[in-house]
T-cell receptor, first 116, second 114 residues
Framework: DTAVSQTPKYLVTQMGNDKSIKCEQN?????MYWYKQDSKKFLKIMFS???????INETVPNRFSPKSPDKAHLNLHINSLELGDSAVYFC???????????????FGPGTRLTVL | AQSVTQLGSHVSVSEGALVLLRCNYS??????LFWYVQYPNQGLQLLLK??????LVKGINGFEAEFKKSETSFHLTKPSAHMSDAAEYFC????????????FGRGTSLIVHP
């Protein structure tokens, strides 16, 4: 019974292509995120959505476009892929219970994107 | 802005030895602090967190961490390492600097030798 799932797990593509990564959570959380983890394991937030509304966009190129059709799904579309986009992309979700900032992040298994 | 520093990108211990992973934060207000673990080819999962109350926090798998305001630290410890503890460990901070989105440290890879 997977809490946060992502598809695909691996994505290999050529420069210039457009690709999408899908994320779904069955935890009933209000907030979802996309993170990028580079080859040195550095984890950086890209976007955050709360109840389908974008609340955080951390200086990500506009080639990256998140879409949230409902609060259980947050997809990531990437246009014109570049070599530097190669990374592992993690989806996560959380729910504030005890106050802002106290919520635990629940991560998906990641999507390893390789741009050739 | 909030920030987290994890000293040592790699820590190597023998099985049964003490594990100590260091985390220091910078903040003008008391932050909320987290430790997450990432096993190979998996997403991160929460080990423990400090928000308020007791400064010594116990987590899963025998790990614990102590919030020390005077030292701006939140070091992670485990008395006796197991082979299964080999993973990447991330310290994270929220609330500091007015941001409620976590800022992660660069991670520490724990290597456990038989």
């Amino acid at each position: 019974d997977t809490a946060v799932s992502q598809t695909p797990k691996y994505l290999v593509t050529q420069m210039g292509n457009d690709k999408s990564i899908k994320c779904e959570q069955n935890l009933g959380h209000d907030t979802m995120y996309w993170y990028k983890q580079d080859s040195k394991k550095f984890l950086k937030i890209m976007f955050s959505y709360n109840n389908k509304e974008l609340i955080i966009n951390e200086t990500v190129p506009n080639r990256f476009s998140p879409k949230s059709p409902d609060k259980a799904h947050l997809n990531l579309h990437i246009n014109s892929l570049e070599l530097g986009d190669s990374a592992v992309y993690f989806c996560a979700s959380s729910q504030v219970v005890s106050g802002p900032g106290t919520d635990t992040q629940y991560f998906g298994p990641g999507t390893r994107l390789t741009v050739l | 802005a909030q920030s987290v520093t994890q000293l040592g990108s790699h820590v190597s211990v023998s099985e049964g030895a003490l594990v100590l992973l260091r985390c220091n934060y910078s903040s003008s207000v008391p932050p909320y602090l987290f430790w997450y673990v990432q096993y190979p080819n998996q997403g991160l999962q929460l080990l423990l967190k400090y928000t308020t109350g007791a400064t010594l926090v116990k987590g899963i798998n025998g790990f614990e961490a102590e919030f020390k305001k005077s030292e701006t630290s939140f070091h992670l410890t485990k008395p006796s390492a197991h082979m299964s503890d080999a993973a990447e460990y991330f310290c994270a901070v929220t609330k500091s600097g007015g941001s409620y989105i976590p800022t992660f440290g660069r991670g520490t890879s724990l290597i456990v030798h038989p």
